[in-house]
């Protein structure tokens, strides 16, 4: 099940062509999307920051359509792994990214994003739209 990231789900809500395209192609084949706990925080920050309480709806609209991932042992090693790398090697992407790239890694390994510094994430595959 793909994960989506945090900057798929706003350009979601932004009703950004390339999102909503990539969006129904998982639709058309039936393809189940995840999210995670971290990417709903950052939803709802975003959507408190604005001011809008409009946000707010569209948030918990847009969180409904996708299943969200635990977070266990496995995913507490996996991102120890992932940021210990990152950093010995100088190019960490911030913790919540790390956790995030985690939580893919230890599902389907694939994430939806047009974040680029995933690509340091070994074995971690991109969707891109």
């Known amino acids: 099940m ?6 798929f789900l706003v350009d979601l809500m932004r009703r950004d062509r390339g999102a909503l395209k ?5 639709e058309e084949q039936g393809i189940a999307l995840s999210t995670t706990a971290i990417t709903a925080m950052e939803l709802y ?3 408190y ?12 609209t847009l969180l ?3 299943t969200l ?27 919540f990214d790390e956790v995030i790239a985690a939580i893919a890694l230890c599902n389907d390994g694939e994430i939806i994003t ?4 995933f690509e340091k994430i070994p074995d971690l595959t991109i969707i891109a739209y």
């Open 2 to 7: 793909p994960l989506a990231d945090t900057s």
């Open 22 to 26: 990539r969006y129904a192609g998982f």
């Open 45 to 47: 920050k975003g959507a």
């Open 49 to 60: 920051v604005s001011g809008n309480s409009n946000n707010l709806i569209k948030v918990r």
């Open 64 to 66: 409904e359509l996708f």
């Open 69 to 95: 991932l635990p977070i266990d042992e496995t995913i507490y090693e996996a991102f120890g792994r992932i940021a210990a790398g990152l950093c010995i090697t100088g190019n960490p992407i911030g913790d």
């Open 114 to 117: 047009r974040d680029r510094h």
